[in-house]
């Protein structure tokens, strides 16, 4: 597999590791930061000159990168988070063109594991009114989005599982929570690559699901699973990471 990574940061680094470990090909590192890649900007020839783009970048390109793959017809996995807003835009954009976009906050298979786990216990405990269920989660000081994607996805996981938790509230709170809230605190500071815990408290006892990030390099290797998913498989539309993990939790991925 002949891979362009856009965005050649820590996880850039990372990916074209994983990359090199399976033994597939780099064709070209992208990224707009002096003396980072080798190229500081796309263009049609080097993505035509690929079969996959691996993207790790800033959330203010994610849009006129999706323009560019779409146009060059190379299927593309990103994850780049913080482009929220930009969703249903991307989405037009490919599903104009026809290409293939996967992409997701977390590419990590624990994590996903983690998902799955936290969504069950909120199932579990929604008839039990004596527990109450938060989340905190902690990163490096370098990263620039708060809460962090894993985190709101998880977020989003408990309150499909939840009848009493509808709404997400991320940001310091000088009240009184209220019960249909669940609140998602955020923490940031030296090199910590990920910590993300759910915590089921009661009166009586208190449990936690933690899934803890030791690099990131599980990041990486699912982000390569995933492109080689999306390029054996001559896929098509826009599609979630959870399209692609869910295969692989069933077996029918050989990694």
């Excluded at 989660?137 to 939840?162: C, F």
Aim: proline letters at 3%; aromatic letters at 6%.
């Amino acid at each position: 597999m002949k891979a362009v990574i856009v965005g050649y940061g820590s996880m850039g680094r990372e990916v074209e590791r994983a990359l090199l470990d399976r033994r597939h090909t780099i064709v070209s590192r992208v990224d707009p930061s002096p003396g980072c890649g080798d190229v500081r900007s796309l263009d049609e020839g080097i993505l035509r000159s690929g079969e996959v783009v691996i993207e790790f970048g800033a959330s203010a390109g994610v849009l006129e990168n999706a323009r560019r793959y779409g146009a060059a017809e190379i299927p593309a996995v990103v994850g780049t988070t913080g482009w929220d807003g930009s969703r249903e835009a991307v989405r037009t954009v490919v599903e104009q063109a026809g290409s293939a976009y996967l992409w997701g906050a977390n590419f990590s298979i624990g994590a996903h594991l983690f998902f799955d786990l936290v969504e069950r216990a909120a199932r579990l405990i929604d008839t039990l009114p004596q527990y109450d269920i938060m989340m905190l989660e902690l990163h490096h000081n370098r990263k620039k989005d708060s809460p962090s994607g894993t985190a709101l996805t998880a977020a989003s996981r408990i309150l499909a599982a939840s009848t009493r938790k509808r709404r997400i509230v991320d940001t310091k709170l000088d009240r009184q929570i209220e019960p249909d809230e669940l609140h998602v605190a955020s923490l940031r500071g030296g090199a910590h690559p990920g910590l993300h815990s759910v915590i089921l408290d009661s009166a009586f006892d208190t449990i936690e699901i933690t899934h803890t990030a030791r690099n990131r390099s599980g990041f990486a290797l699912g982000a390569v699973l995933a492109a080689e998913w999306l390029v054996a498989g001559e896929r098509r539309g826009f599609l979630k990471v959870e399209d692609f993990i869910q295969e692989l939790l069933k077996g029918r991925i050989t990694t």
